[in-house]
Nanobody, 121 residues
Framework: QVQVVESGGGLVQPGGSLRLSCAAS????????MGWYRQAVGKERELVAA???????NYADSAKGRFIISGDDAKNTVGLQMDSLNPEDTAVYYC???????????????WGQGTQVTVSS
């Protein structure tokens, strides 16, 4: 079992910045990739950014040029630096760890509980 915990959400004014952090913990697993998703009220959950173990990154169009994802393989952590935030970024942000279980060699997804980001004046 892998636990995923996010932190760093909050209330910020338009144009402001926030940094989200996520850590995966447990026994006998290896991160394949980690990513940030968000879900606004009345909308489906969507990918914001993801980073693979090899360092390949993928951003949603809405995040390009404003958000930067970074990962630390040794610590099984991922961060998301969000700049130039606007009200449309308001959502619950979820971290997902896509991991390889070293006991059964199955690949599974583990989600955090989510952290609220509100952009408002």
């Amino acid at each position: 079992q892998v636990q995923v915990v996010e932190s760093g959400g909050g209330l910020v004014q338009p144009g402001g910045s926030l940094r989200l952090s996520c850590a995966a913990s447990g026994r006998r697993f290896r991160i394949v990739d980690m990513g940030w998703y968000r879900q606004a009220v009345g909308k489906e959950r969507e990918l914001v950014a993801a980073i693979s173990r090899s360092g390949n990154v993928n951003y949603a169009d809405s995040a390009k040029g404003r958000f930067i994802i970074s990962g630390d393989d040794a610590k099984n952590t991922v961060g998301l630096q969000m700049d130039s935030l606007n009200p449309e970024d308001t959502a619950v942000y979820y971290c997902k760890a896509h991991v390889l279980n070293l006991d059964d060699f199955e690949v599974r997804d583990y989600w955090g509980q989510g952290t609220q980001v509100t952009v408002s004046s």
